[in-house]
Structure formats: structure tokens, C-alpha cells
């Protein structure tokens, strides 16, 4: 450093220059001017803007909103643009962010009454302009979320006005509304949860129980919340759509994730199916007041696959990780949804309590007031006051009179007491009922009693309230989104083939850019490919334009991990001149692009044969020694079902230690894995071969699976595990050929119950066994023989006793297409099936034709009210 910077910098340290004394001022560093207006400016943005208080779950700017529009409140809508103008006056930024934060606020539904264009969640369409739409705060709202009396007031950013510090909400408002907020260095996510489950949970921790809180959407659709991790920092949901089969070459998205909109989603199928991950024909938008997203196949497609390869290729499925932070005492801190809502439980026990202190204040002092009055009026001390000429002699007069009847008073009386009573006007003197006077006193004591026992109860007084806020408001407020574990999809098995895989088998060269080459399979771009050498040597790596594995390729194909049914029977020469050995194995578990050997690892040693077989066959092959002196048999057959399947570094069998010209095939073989043991988890509605749920049987190539549903319907599927089953599952079972089953339901049309006994006919697509009215209703279903059910009456015929039906007897096997035959015409209270007669020798059932059977004897026709609990 030169001497004379050194000396200029002491100066400036000193407060001293080269002409004289320097002010301190002067000098800043930057490094702190900097330190001090970030750190400023940081939490301004924190505790201002982003982030949520914990008191009433609400930004500054929506504090501001609604404190303005309580202002602005008459019960009649107002202009949002008025709205937002008013909101200014406390709110220090421009109108577009109260804009919109008063549109967000209004299309939660929840404290804001909309009126016109909001704008719509689904589509992501925005609402009109300010001038156009209208708003008022919900009679929910005024109810929750205000009380003048209650509430903490501070001035606002220019000293004109007041505004709340939080307002006084007696609900888990942030739980509700959910929120989100960027900040400087912190963020907030706070995700919405159910309305009348927030409240059942207020109660449960008020009564001291436990309680778990799920989030739900308003979008609907499913979530996964198996790592919610009580909406803290780490946990994340998984959310999809809702996606119904309507056929084979139909799907619709009728709710769809939470975040996303029609528009986004569409978007993220639409680049799925350019990038060859998923075949579609077309998609039609049909959504309006509710989500109708109708996405066409290609011929051919598995509409199955093709939903789960949506959850895996596009936005129909993704992750959401909450982040909960709110700000308490001026800082920012994170903590659960479930400390949030104790919290606002509470905070509302608090404010209900202060509530009631302010009210009994005010009935005391009412008290107070009409008993001095009556006092002064009953007792005509206003006449003591005639002859007094001065003031303080008047007030000295009124107090001498009153003080008889002091020790009945709450408190003690005051010169404003006094000053009050001396207002009372002369008319109102005459005018004066004493009875009147007693009726109004000691309605204001029952109501003090009431308070008091409140108070003494305050806990079953807050219970009490949140009760009330649900039986007024909870009304259509029902969970949207269905709370599910998901399955974990593979995205290799759904992945829609893309692609065209090619080979040489000589140069060892494998990919989809060899187009002058073999064609061997269409494949995808995230598919796995195996490739045997002659000389056993193996390996698995990824879909590639050219990639070479090595030369004298025997055998190239698309892999599958975890597949143990694929069955690869070898016949290898150990060495050179070593014999020749038989084996049969799964090829599972490999590491990528990491070489292995199907044979001993001799060397010398080749693959003289090999089959690839999907479902475990075994074939029979004719195996020709070469000529040689002595050798008695020159070829012979052999089975490989005589093989025990085994591991991949299995040695084998010793199939002949002579020398062989050629081994071929002599006749294909059947499966020797026997069925597929197939479960059906009924947590995520799939079926799987891990034993998780329930065991369904042992299914061969030709076996089906019967599905029937709680409204009525039955269908037959295979039992392919990328299959999607039915929310509302009465039945899945293995379908049984030729199974009688017996039906009691509700015909809406008729409006009487019927039975029926119908055999379930092969049908992929759902058929209705009952009446296909939107009301009729399925009461019981069983496979029993000889099924009995009893009747208990109700209504005006509740005195009838019960009749037991004997089903067998009573109709015969139909088609499903049939009505059945009518009950009974008397008022129905409940029908049950109850325990069958055993009988010994059983006859088959005579089947009758498909027309309506009479009704039962004593039936007549005024049809009654009939109300049955299923």
C-alpha cells in the first residue's frame, strides 16, 4: 500500500482529513450497508408478504382484504375494484397483487361470496377484470373470522388508518384455505385439508383423543399420503388423476391433480405421446363445469397400460412436498399441520373465553345501570333532588339516597352513575313499569348464569361451537380427494414400444439404428436388451442407436427384470472336447453391461443349443451323435421337462459325452411352472404375485377373473397385472363357469325389491344385473345353493311377522338379463340372508324363460314407502 492511501485511510478512521476534521458519516463501508438493507429487506418479505401467520392463517395482503370488505360490509356485493381500491388504503403495493389475492381468496369458497367471471381452477382460465366482478364476505366469514371487540389493532403504513395485527379466527382457517409463499431464503407450502375433518379433529383434541389430518383437494383425485410426514420439511404426497375406462379405445380424466390444470396436463400427454412413451389417437377437451378429458387410443392399445404409463410419462401423477412454515412472534418457524391446528384449537378456546369475560362485562354493567335506575326511580329519589340548587348538591343528594341500597349492587356506584341517572327524562320517569323493569333484570341474571357456566365449561362450550360451525357450514363440504396407497409402476412395463430393435449376429452389433440388419422386436428407449453369445457369455444393457456386445451373437431380445417365468433351456459343450450338458434356468438379478456365463467358464466351451420360452415350456428334442466305431445309438429324444429348473451358474445335467452333429427340435412342449399364483391388494385395487392382499387361486393361460361391483354390474377380466379394477368392488374372484348366483335389489322403476337367480354369462364389458335406474340398488348377493332369506316388515305393517324365503324354491335360474320375481308389496324394513337348509340331494335348478314371473301370493298393489339398510 503506497503511504499516502495509508495515511488517507487513517484519516478517514479518525474522523480527520488533510483540511480539517471529517464527519463520521461520511464514510460507510458498503459490506455493512449491504448486511443491514438485505437483512432489512429479507424480513420484510418474510413477515409482510410470503408467509402466513400462525394466529389466523393469513398473509398481510389477505388480512388487508378482508378487513377492508368488512368495512365495506352492507350485506349487498361490491365492486372488486372497489374492493381493492379500499384495501389500499392499508396495503403499501399496487392493485394488481390485492387483485389477485382477493381472486384466490374467492375461489377457495370459503370466506368470499363470488359474483360473475372468477375465473376457473380447472382450466386455469383467469377471472375478468376488476370492474366486471363482484364480491361479499360469506356469512361464514362474518361469523369465524370477526369481533371488534376481540381483536389487536395497529396503525397502518401511513399513520391514517387501523388495522388488525391478526384477526380473531375461531377455525383452522390456514389448514383450510391451505398457502404458499416465496420468500428470501425460505419458502412456504402449506396444502389444504377437509373442512368437516379439521373440525372433527378441533373436537377429538379438544376431548383429548388422537387425530391424524390428510390433505384434501379441491380438484378431487387421488393422493398417496403414506410419507405426509404431518405436512412438515422431507414429507412429500404423491397426487394423480382420476382416469375411467370407457372402453377399449376410449379413457377420461375426470379429476385431475391438484396444482394442475386441464391445459397443463393435456400438455404433458400430448409431448408423452411425441416422445413415443405413450400411442394416442387424438384428445378432446370437453370440461367445463367439471373435468371431461377424453383421450382416444391407437388400435391395438391396452387402455390398462395405457393409464399407467399416463402416471408414469405425464403430470397425471406427481409429487407435492409440503413445507410448513408460518410466522410466530415475528419469526418465521415450521412445524406440523397437527401442532397448527392445537394451536387453532386454542386460540379459540382463548378467544371464546375472552368473548364471554367481555360479554358478562357488559351484562354486569347492564345490570348494574338498570338496577340503580330502578332504584331511582322506585324508591323517588329523583324528588329528593327538587329544592337543591347546586350540582355537587345534587349529586351529593343522589349518592345519600342511593346508599340504602348499595350492599345489593354489583359494584360500587360512581359520580358517573350518578351523572347518568340525572338523564333520565321526566316522560320516561312516568312511563316507568317496575314489573317490566324485574322481567328485564333477571333476564339479563339468566343469561350471567349461562355465561358463568360457560366459563366454568369452557371446553364442551368450544366443542359445542365448532359442532355448530359444521352442522351450519359442513353441508356439501365432503372429501374430494380419495385418500389411497399407489402402487409403484414400472415404467419399462408401460412404456409404449417406440422403437425398432435390430441386430447382427456375426459382427456383434445390436441397437435401432442397424436398419440394413435383422430386425428382431419393436422396443422402447428405456427398455433393457439380453444378448447370449455362442460362447455363453451374456449381458444386459439399455436400448442404444449401436452398441456392440460382442461377435456371434446367438440370441438378442428385450429383457425383463424380476421375470422368472421365462425359462432358458441350454444344451453347452463343457470345453472343447468336453461332454455336452443339459440345464434349464431364470436369467434375474443382473447388473447393466456386466458380462456373465451361462456355461462352467471352460475354455472352449459353446452353446449348442437354446430356446427362449416365455411361460416355462419345455420341449423335446432328437439329439444326433456324430458316426464313431462302437457307438451302438446315433441319436436319441430328450425331454427337457425331465429338468429341474435352477440357477443361472447352475452346471447342468450330463446330457452324452459323444460327440454331436446336430440337436433339433422335435416337438414343442407345455409349461411345467404349473398356474400363476395371482393376489388382489384391495389397498391399491391391483393384482399382484408378492402374496400381498387377497389369494385369489392358481390361473392358467385360460382362467378369467370375475368382477362384480356394489351398483350391479359384473364383467370378466384376464388376470394381466397392469389390469385396473373398480373403486366399488362387491366381488373379484376366479370366474367359475356355469356358478349360480342369487340377487335381492331395489327396482327403483317398480319401487319393489325382487330376487333373482342368474348365471354370469363371459362379458369384458361391465353388464347390469339389476334395474338400470340411477336409484335401484343392490340389497344382497350370494353364491349359496340354497339360499334363505328373511323379511322384516315396517311402516304400517310392521306388525306383520317375518317370512322367510326359500330362494330355490321360490324362483328358478334365469338369464342376468331377467327381472326376477317381486318379494314382496308389503312396507320392507330390512331383508338378510340367514343360514341355509342343508340339502342332501340336491337337483340341479330348472331354468325358466326370461319372462317376468308373477308376484309373490299376497301381494297387492298399493305400492308403500319402503326403506331398507343395507
Known amino acids: 500500500m503506497e503511504e499516502n492511501d495509508l495515511e488517507l485511510n487513517n484519516a478517514a478512521e479518525s474522523g480527520a482529513g488533510p483540511e480539517g476534521p471529517v464527519a463520521l458519516h461520511s464514510v460507510t463501508a458498503l459490506s455493512g450497508m449491504y448486511k443491514d438493507w438485505f437483512l432489512d429487506y429479507a424480513s420484510y418479505v418474510i413477515l409482510e408478504r410470503a408467509v402466513p401467520h400462525l394466529n389466523d392463517g393469513l398473509k398481510p395482503v389477505q ?491 446367438l440370441y438378442a431380445g428385450i429383457f425383463l427384470k424380476n421375470d422368472e417365468r421365462t425359462i432358458y433351456n441350454i444344451v453347452y459343450q463343457d470345453g472343447k472336447d468336453g461332454p455336452l450338458l443339459a440345464k434349464r434356468c431364470a436369467i434375474s438379478g443382473l447388473s447393466r453391461d456386466k458380462e456373465y456365463n451361462l456355461t462352467r467358464g471352460t475354455q472352449g466351451s459353446k452353446i449348442v443349443y437354446m430356446s427362449v420360452n416365455p411361460n416355462g415350456e419345455a420341449e423335446v428334442i432328437n439329439v444326433h451323435h456324430k458316426p464313431k466305431a462302437r457307438l451302438k445309438k446315433l441319436s436319441f429324444e430328450f425331454d427337457f421337462g425331465q429338468l429341474g429348473i435352477k440357477g443361472k451358474s447352475s452346471m447342468g445335467n450330463i446330457l452324452t459325452r459323444n460327440a454331436v452333429h446336430k440337436i433339433a427340435l422335435k416337438e414343442k412342449g407345455l409349461s411345467t411352472l404349473g398356474g400363476r399364483k395371482i393376489w388382489f391388494d384391495d389397498a391399491v385395487f391391483r393384482l399382484n404375485v408378492d402374496g400381498r392382499g387377497t389369494y385369489l387361486g392358481e390361473f392358467s393361460a385360460e382362467d378369467k377373473i370375475l368382477v362384480i361391483t356394489k351398483n350391479g354390474f359384473f364383467r370378466i377380466s384376464g388376470f394381466d397385472l397392469s389390469n385396473h379394477f373398480e373403486e366399488n368392488l362387491l366381488v373379484i374372484e376366479k370366474f367359475r363357469q356355469g356358478k349360480v348366483y342369487s340377487a335381492v335389489y331395489w327396482d327403483a322403476e317398480q319401487k319393489f325389491y325382487y330376487v333373482k337367480r342368474f348365471v354370469i354369462e363371459e362379458s369384458e364389458k361391465p353388464q347390469c344385473f339389476i334395474n338400470e335406474d340411477a336409484e335401484s340398488r343392490l340389497v344382497s348377493l350370494t353364491e349359496v345353493e340354497y339360499p334363505r332369506f328373511e323379511i322384516q316388515f315396517g311402516g304400517k305393517h310392521k306388525t306383520r311377522d317375518n317370512e322367510i324365503i326359500e330362494v330355490a324354491e321360490f324362483i328358478g335360474v334365469k338369464s342376468f338379463k331377467a327381472k326376477g320375481k317381486r318379494l314382496t308389496s308389503y312396507v320392507v324394513d330390512n331383508i338378510q340372508e340367514i343360514e341355509p337348509v342343508v340339502i342332501k340331494e340336491a337337483q340341479a335348478p330348472a331354468v325358466e324363460k326370461e319372462e317376468d314371473v308373477p308376484p309373490h301370493p299376497g301381494a297387492h298393489e298399493d305400492p308403500a314407502q319402503m326403506k331398507l339398510e343395507l
Open 63 to 553: 388480512r388487508r382484504i378482508l378487513h377492508s370488505m368488512k368495512r365495506m360490509d352492507d350485506g349487498r356485493f361490491n365492486k372488486v375494484a372497489n374492493i381493492i381500491g379500499h384495501t389500499m388504503q392499508f396495503h403499501p403495493h399496487g392493485d394488481a397483487s390485492i387483485g389477485d389475492a382477493l381472486v384466490q381468496l374467492g375461489q377457495k369458497d370459503l370466506l368470499v361470496d363470488a359474483q360473475g367471471n372468477w375465473g376457473n381452477i380447472l382450466t386455469g382460465d383467469g377471472a375478468a377484470a376488476p370492474r366486471y366482478i363482484e364480491a361479499r364476505l360469506s356469512k361464514f366469514g362474518l361469523e369465524v373470522v370477526f369481533n371488534h371487540k376481540t381483536t389487536e389493532w395497529k396503525l397502518s403504513y401511513d399513520g391514517r388508518n387501523k388495522e388488525p395485527v391478526t384477526l380473531p379466527v375461531k377455525f383452522p382457517l390456514l389448514l383450510a384455505q391451505g398457502g404458499e409463499g416465496i420468500a428470501v431464503g425460505l419458502a412456504s407450502k402449506i396444502l389444504p385439508h377437509n373442512f368437516n375433518e379439521l373440525i372433527d379433529a378441533s373436537v377429538d383434541y379438544l376431548q383429548g383423543k388422537d387425530f391424524v389430518l390428510y390433505p384434501d383437494f379441491p380438484t378431487g383425485g387421488f393422493v398417496d399420503v403414506s410419507k405426509y410426514n404431518d405436512g412438515k420439511r422431507g414429507g412429500a404426497v404423491k397426487v394423480r388423476a382420476k382416469i375411467e375406462k370407457v372402453d377399449k379405445k376410449e379413457l377420461v380424466i375426470t379429476e385431475i391433480p391438484f396444482g394442475k390444470t386441464t391445459g397443463t396436463l393435456i400438455e404433458s400427454i400430448i409431448k408423452a405421446s411425441e416422445k413415443g412413451k405413450i400411442k394416442i389417437k387424438k384428445i378432446d377437451d370437453n370440461t367445463a363445469s367439471n373435468v371431461e378429458i377424453v383421450i382416444h387410443l391407437m388400435p391395438g392399445v391396452s387402455p390398462d397400460m395405457t393409464i399407467d404409463a399416463l402416471y408414469a410419462f405425464t403430470d397425471c401423477e406427481y409429487s407435492i412436498s409440503p413445507n410448513t412454515c408460518v410466522i410466530v412472534e415475528d419469526k418465521p418457524s415450521f412445524m406440523g399441520v397437527s401442532t397448527i391446528l392445537k394451536h387453532s384449537a386454542d386460540k379459540t378456546v382463548e378467544l371464546l373465553k375472552l368473548e364471554l369475560e367481555i360479554r358478562k362485562a357488559e351484562l354486569q354493567e347492564e345490570w348494574h345501570m338498570s338496577s340503580l335506575e330502578k332504584i331511582f326511580i322506585e324508591e323517588r329519589i329523583y324528588r329528593d333532588i327538587e329544592e337543591v340548587e347546586t350540582w355537587e348538591g345534587v349529586i351529593t343528594t343522589i349518592d345519600k339516597g342511593l346508599a340504602p341500597f348499595k350492599k345489593r349492587l354489583l359494584r360500587t356506584v360512581t359520580r358517573e352513575d350518578i351523572i347518568q341517572l340525572t338523564e333520565i327524562k321526566i316522560k320516561r320517569i312516568s312511563k316507568f313499569d317496575v314489573k317490566k323493569a324485574d322481567e328485564h333484570i333477571k333476564g339479563l341474571e339468566v343469561e350471567l348464569e349461562e355465561i358463568n357456566n360457560h366459563l366454568k365449561n369452557i371446553i364442551p362450550y368450544a366443542i359445542n361451537y365448532f359442532r355448530q360451525i359444521k352442522k351450519k357450514y359442513g353441508k356439501g363440504r365432503e372429501r374430494k380427494t380419495e385418500i389411497r396407497n399407489f402402487d409403484t409402476i414400472e415404467a419399462a412395463k408401460v412404456v409404449a414400444n417406440n422403437a425398432k430393435l435390430y441386430v447382427n449376429y456375426k459382427e456383434g452389433f445390436i441397437g435401432t439404428g442397424l436398419k440394413k440388419d435383422e430386425f428382431i422386436c419393436d422396443c422402447s428407449d428405456i427398455d433393457d436388451i439380453i444378448a447370449i453369445r455362442k460362447d455363453g457369455v451374456y449381458l444386459v444393457t439399455k436400448v442404444a442407436e449401436k452398441v456392440f456386445v460382442g461377435n456371434d451373437i
